[in-house]
């Protein structure tokens, strides 16, 4: 199973948006509305943000977003903030019964 | 409050093997499937098994198929990665999550890694 493809840097300045895309196949990202998005900042533990696709969990700032399109997902921050400097993972069910995260983005706030 | 607290990690020759544990609190544990998910050093997120709620069904990861057991004591509220044939490759921070799946009709699928430990080091050299 071959990671989920994701950009390897993102950049916008505070008050900005900014979109992160997770390319995947047929087998995963565009098989199933399980796509979901993890914030990791440096020596912590992933944490979710976005789960099946755009369903934020209780306590995640509604300026995180998500959605899909094909075989592509996207996670998109609005408002942009200093805290919001961190790795960004998305990850997929797929047809196999497995799971498969993306090659991870770093986020800079300028 | 749902915890997940990871040991067993360590310094280990290349063939050798470990045994990581987690111990879960805070939620009916086996309610929820289980996984354990790597990082090697200033990597990305690699998932490499899961374990349904009842520990009937298990999945792997390629990589680690063959080498890796899952398993859970649900009487303990404990989960558990035996690793034997350990690689180079396999040096990691090892994270144990939650999963929690949508289920229908007795078959569960999807979900997503809604609670993380903190994670325990496994180096894996001569």
């Known amino acids: 199973q071959s990671a989920l493809t994701q950009p390897a840097s993102v950049s916008g300045s505070p008050g900005q948006s900014i979109t992160i895309s997770c390319t995947g196949t047929?087998?995963?990202?565009?098989?199933?509305?399980?796509v979901s998005w993890y914030q990791q900042h440096p020596d912590k533990a992933p944490k979710l943000m976005i789960n099946?696709?755009?369903n934020r969990p209780s306590g995640v700032s509604n300026r995180f977003s998500g959605s899909k399109s094909g075989n592509t997902a996207s996670l998109t921050i609005s408002g942009l903030q200093a805290e919001d400097e961190a790795d960004y993972y998305c990850?997929?069910?797929?047809?196999?019964?497995?799971?498969?995260f993306g090659t991870g983005t770093k986020v800079t706030v300028l | 409050e749902v915890q997940l607290l990871e040991s067993g990690g360590g310094l280990v020759q290349p063939g050798g093997s470990l045994r990581l544990s987690c111990a879960a609190s805070?939620?009916?544990?086996?309610?929820?499937?289980m996984s354990w998910v790597r990082q090697a050093p200033g990597k990305g997120l690699e998932w490499v098994s899961a374990?349904?709620?009842?520990?009937?069904?298990?999945y792997y990861a390629d990589s680690v198929k063959g080498r890796f057991t899952i398993s859970r004591d649900n009487s303990k509220n404990m989960l558990y990665l035996q690793m034997n044939s350990l690689r180079a490759e396999d040096t990691a921070v090892y994270y144990c999550?939650?999963?929690?799946?949508?289920?229908?009709?007795?078959?569960?699928?999807?979900?997503?890694?809604?609670?993380w430990g903190q994670g325990t080091l496994v180096t894996v050299s001569s």
């Open positions: 990850s997929s069910y797929t047809s196999s019964s497995t799971y498969v």
């Open positions: 805070g939620f009916t544990f086996n309610s929820y499937a």
């Open positions: 099946d696709v755009s």
């Open positions: 047929s087998s995963d990202v565009g098989g199933y509305n399980y």
């Open positions: 999550a939650r999963l929690p799946r949508h289920c229908s009709g007795g078959d569960c699928y999807g979900g997503y890694f809604d609670y």
């Open positions: 374990i349904s709620g009842s520990g009937g069904s298990t």
